[in-house]
C-alpha cells in the first residue's frame, strides 16, 4: 500500500517553471505556496470546472504563471493532518504524586477500563460512593497511568454534582420524603 502523497513528498518543491526547464527564465521574484489543515498539494490548488477540467491555479499557464511570469513557484508540503488522530485529555487536575496504595481497586478498575479490554467500545465508568473516601483520587490515579501505559487512549473527566442538582431535583418530585443518596 502506498503512503498518501503529503506523506511521499513533504518539503519544498518548485512547481514553475519545471525543474527540469529552468534554462531562459528570468527570476524576478519567488513565491512559495503553503497549503492548510487537514489537505495537501496539488489537491488545495486545484478547482474542479463545471466540464470537468481540473485546473491548478498554481501550475497551469493561464493562471498564476500568466500574472507573474517572472516568478518562480514553490509550493511547500507538510504533514497537515499531524493531529488529526491524536488523543484526548480532558483531566482538570495534577496527578497526586503522594497517592499510594488502593492498589486493588485500581487493578479492577484499570483491568475493566482499559482500551486493551475492548477495542470496539467507549469504556465509560463511574465511581461512586461516600463523600471523603478518595474516589477523585483513585479516578485520578487511573486516568494517568492509562495514559501511562497507552499515550494512545483519550481521556474525558466529567463530574457530577448530585447534591446540588438531581438530589435537590428529585426530592421536589418526591414531596418531603428524604432521599438517601
Given at each position: 500500500?502506498?503512503?498518501p502523497?503529503?506523506?511521499?513528498?513533504?518539503?519544498?518543491?518548485?512547481?514553475?517553471?519545471?525543474?527540469?526547464?529552468?534554462?531562459?527564465?528570468?527570476?524576478i521574484?519567488?513565491?512559495?505556496?503553503?497549503?492548510?489543515?487537514?489537505?495537501?498539494?496539488?489537491?488545495?490548488?486545484?478547482?474542479?470546472r463545471?466540464?470537468?477540467?481540473?485546473?491548478?491555479?498554481?501550475?497551469?499557464?493561464?493562471?498564476?504563471?500568466?500574472?507573474?511570469?517572472?516568478?518562480?513557484?514553490?509550493?511547500?508540503?507538510?504533514?497537515?493532518?499531524?493531529?488529526?488522530?491524536?488523543p484526548?485529555?480532558?483531566?482538570?487536575?495534577?496527578?497526586?504524586?503522594g497517592?499510594?496504595?488502593?492498589?486493588?481497586?485500581?487493578r479492577?478498575?484499570?483491568?475493566?477500563?482499559?482500551?486493551?479490554a475492548?477495542?470496539?467500545a467507549?469504556?465509560r465508568?463511574?465511581?461512586?460512593?461516600?463523600?471523603?473516601?478518595?474516589?477523585?483520587?483513585?479516578a485520578?490515579?487511573?486516568?494517568?497511568r492509562?495514559?501511562?501505559?497507552?499515550p494512545?487512549?483519550?481521556?474525558?473527566?466529567?463530574t457530577?454534582?448530585?447534591?446540588?442538582?438531581?438530589?435537590?431535583?428529585?426530592?421536589?418530585?418526591r414531596?418531603?420524603?428524604?432521599?438517601?443518596?
Open positions: 500500500m502506498s503512503a502523497r503529503s506523506r511521499q513528498r513533504l518539503g519544498l518543491h518548485q512547481i514553475v517553471p519545471s525543474p527540469d526547464s529552468v534554462a531562459g527564465h528570468t527570476t521574484e519567488s513565491i512559495i505556496a503553503i497549503h492548510g489543515l487537514g489537505t495537501e498539494s496539488p489537491r488545495t490548488w486545484e478547482f474542479k463545471s466540464e470537468g477540467r481540473v485546473v491548478n491555479w498554481l501550475a497551469d499557464e493561464d493562471m498564476l504563471p500568466a500574472t507573474v511570469p517572472e516568478a518562480r513557484i514553490f509550493t511547500y508540503d507538510w504533514n497537515a493532518n499531524y493531529f488529526q488522530d491524536a484526548h485529555w480532558m483531566v482538570p487536575f495534577e496527578r497526586n504524586e497517592f499510594v496504595g488502593r492498589e486493588d481497586v485500581l479492577l478498575l484499570l483491568d475493566r477500563i482499559s482500551p486493551s475492548n477495542k470496539d467507549c469504556q465508568t463511574v465511581i461512586q460512593g461516600l463523600g471523603g473516601i478518595g474516589k477523585t483520587q483513585i485520578l490515579e487511573v486516568a494517568f492509562l495514559r501511562d501505559a497507552d494512545s487512549c483519550s481521556v474525558f473527566w466529567m457530577f454534582h448530585w447534591r446540588s442538582d438531581k438530589r435537590q431535583r428529585i426530592c421536589s418530585r414531596g418531603s420524603r428524604r432521599l438517601d443518596t
